[in-house]
């Protein structure tokens, strides 16, 4: 068999020459779509920024076991705010200013006067119309004709609803509503002694119908050193100033000792001695301590008086009556 032919080698192809000048440039991509851009926002109005305050100080740990934090109160829902204007509130009425009266531990009415009355069994009424003169011979009480010239007091002692006795002689005319503090000061002082020698009475011979407080206005300028100036600034008649004995508080003292050896009851006027001896701060100086008008009248003035701090007569005043 005549073979068969040989065959004929592949020989590759050539691509052709491109007559375009090469470049390095690589082939462009497709552009790849771009992606929109998110719209503007509207630009933000500029906040006040609020001012920085300075850091407070953290508080010190407490010592010892921590306490438990107590939970907020819940606040008070606050009222809407309305245009009507709020009625102002009443303002407060003032508080009266208490009177010297009150100030001294009185009221107003312990300083009324009192008139001298019949029959109205006080020392005042008693000196008015209840008494004996013995210097006119009628060993009686004078008719009201004659008491211009037969009398105890003139004028008159007078006597303030608190039971305090006054001289007239300086005295406010209406102390209700015009009594100097120094003067109540005093008037309470004279009512404090006057109660504490309530329903006291004498031992030695004569008995004390009452001891009551008493009070005289007299200027500080004025010294009262004698029982006889005392008689004679408050108005006694003379034939009492011509009769005054002088009591003696040492003797009274030195008797009143013998007395309790024996038993006896201590006097009134010694009692009444030694309780405005208790009041030395505001009784200063020697106390003047006695009686007038024995043999002359009955019953005749007691009298236990100190010139106070404020210059007054402060003190007691009772009536002896001789048996």
């Known amino acids: 068999m005549p073979k ?57 740990k407490p010592k010892g076991k921590p306490s438990k934090p107590k939970s907020p109160k819940p606040s008070k829902p606050k009222a809407p705010k309305s245009n009507a204007a709020k009625p102002k509130p009443k303002a407060a009425k003032p508080k009266a200013a208490k009177s010297s009266s009150e100030k001294a531990g009185l009221s107003a ?51 303030l609803r608190c039971g305090v006795v006054i001289a007239v002689g300086g005295f406010p005319p209406n102390p209700r509503s015009s009594c100097p503090a120094e003067l109540a000061e005093d008037i309470a002082l004279a009512h404090a002694l006057g109660t504490a020698m309530k329903d006291s009475f004498t031992q030695w011979g004569e008995a004390c119908d009452s001891l009551q407080g008493f009070v005289a206005v007299v200027p500080k300028s004025v010294h009262i050193p004698t029982p006889e100036v005392v008689a004679s600034y408050l108005g006694m008649h003379g034939k009492l100033q011509g009769r005054i004995c002088v009591i003696e508080p040492e003797k009274e003292l ?15 006027e010694l009692k009444a001695f030694r309780l405005l001896a208790q009041h030395r701060d505001r009784l200063p100086g020697s106390p003047l301590y006695f009686h007038a008008g024995s043999d002359e009248m009955n019953p005749c003035p007691l009298l236990l008086v100190h010139q106070s701090s404020h210059g007054n007569l402060v003190g007691l005043i009772g009536a002896l009556v001789f048996t």
């Open 4 to 60: 068969a032919p040989a065959a004929k080698p592949k020989v590759p192809r050539r691509k052709p020459i491109s007559t375009k000048p090469k470049t390095d440039k690589a082939k462009p991509s497709k552009p790849k779509p771009a992606k929109p851009k998110a719209k503007p926002s509207k630009p933000k109005a500029p906040q006040p920024s609020k001012p920085k305050t300075a850091a407070k100080p953290k508080p010190a």
């Open 254 to 268: 030195q008797e009143a000792a013998e007395r309790d050896n024996d038993g006896e009851e201590e006097g009134a």
């Open 109 to 159: 009415s312990d300083l009324d006067l009192l008139a001298p009355t019949k029959g109205g069994g006080t020392l005042v009424d008693q000196w008015v119309h209840d008494w004996n003169c013995y210097w006119d011979d009628s060993y009686e009480t004078p008719p009201p004709e004659d008491r211009d010239h037969t009398f105890v007091f003139s004028p008159p002692l007078q006597q």
